[in-house]
């Protein structure tokens, strides 16, 4: 799970995840019956979005198109419209709140 969490991973890459599975907006993912069945990887993946979309809006938001999308902080900043400095601090904030919740110690 670490390696999931560290700066700039990707939850997309090396998982095989596809990135259409989860939305920025407030979307669900959708587990299915055969999520036992799937790689390791895959499943912890499945898990960290699952919590990813319980965070604030903001910090979901971000992290999506950081994690997933592999989006840049100038980058998501043009697509939301907000500034590269709260981008960083959604990021950072949105970071933190998924690494207490996953109970992951840096």
Do not use: W
């Not at 990813?52 to 989006?71: D, K, S, W």
Request: positive net charge; glycine residues 10%.
């Amino acid at each position: 799970m670490r390696r999931l969490l560290q700066a700039g991973s990707r939850l997309s890459r090396g998982t095989g995840l596809p990135t259409s599975c989860v939305a920025a907006r407030g979307q669900t993912v959708e587990l299915t019956d055969d999520v036992g069945r799937m790689d390791p990887d895959r499943t912890e993946a499945l898990a960290v979005l699952g919590v990813i979309q319980t965070l604030p809006e903001a910090y979901r938001e971000t992290l999506v198109l950081r994690l997933v999308e592999g989006m840049t902080g100038p980058e998501i900043a043009a697509r939301t419209g907000l500034t590269a400095a709260s981008v960083r601090v959604n990021l950072h904030r949105g970071m933190k709140q998924l690494r207490e919740r996953l109970g992951v110690l840096v």
